[in-house]
């Protein structure tokens, strides 16, 4: 007997217990965690790359690396920027994992978050 799987309708019930910040946004591209770093808290705050650096405890090459987009937020990374910026660690983690998908969708063809091929 095969069980037939019903996905989800229009309404995405399965959305429901998901923080605003992580659901797919149709049209968008996420912003990479590096990127969102730089534009909502290093300029507006005015701290650069070395302060921040120096306040998470890493290297300047660790945090020059995330803020161009060539390396990801670790879980470590995420817990020094809850602590600092006083947020959640799942909220960089979260920003990762959108990243990450984005990319993931874009390399196996898949349509990506704004519906295309």
């Known amino acids: 007997m095969t069980r037939k799987v019903s996905l989800p309708g229009p309404d995405r019930p399965w ?5 605003a910040f992580l659901r797919l946004r149709p049209g968008r591209r996420p912003l990479h965690p590096g990127h969102f770093l730089e534009s909502r ?6 701290i650069t790359q ?3 650096a120096k306040a998470l405890g890493i ?5 020059n ?4 987009g060539k390396r990801a937020v670790t879980p470590d990374t995420a817990v020094r920027l809850a ?3 006083q947020l959640e660690p799942a909220f960089w983690l979260g920003l990762q994992l959108q990243w990450d998908l984005y990319r993931e969708c874009r390399a196996a063809g898949g349509p990506d978050r704004s519906g295309n091929q």
């Open 83 to 85: 602590l600092l910026f």
């Open 15 to 19: 959305q429901q217990g998901v923080p």
């Open 59 to 63: 290297s300047r090459r660790r945090v």
């Open 65 to 68: 690396e995330l803020v161009r």
């Open 41 to 46: 808290f290093l300029v507006p705050l005015g």
């Open 50 to 52: 070395d302060a921040l």
